[in-house]
């Protein structure tokens, strides 16, 4: 079993930086695929970064360039950097954790993620 936390979320204006972290506990930390997601109220949940323990990343279209996704082994910790931030980033943020299969290496699709955070909330006003 995996134990998910973020923390980090607030509110910041726009075109500022955010970092919001993940703490997993419960299992191997590096035997997980990791990403984070967001889901507006109403609206489908999003993925927004994907990290393999190799470092491969991959972003959504509507992040890249100004998010970055990072995790350090030693502290069991999962990052998101979020730069140059929009009024159209407001969400609740996710991370999520995978067993090593083939369907969630970098994917952006929540159906193939098994553990969830409880989320944490980012609004981003102009």
Known sequence: QV???????GSVLAGGSLRISCVTSGSYYDTYYMAWFRQVTGKEREGVAAIVSAGDTRYADSVKDRFA???DNAKNTLYLQMSSLKPEDTAIYYCAASAMTAKARLSLNGINYKYWGQGTQVTVSS
């Open 3 to 9: 134990q998910l936390v973020e923390s980090g979320g």
């Open 69 to 71: 996704i990072s995790k």
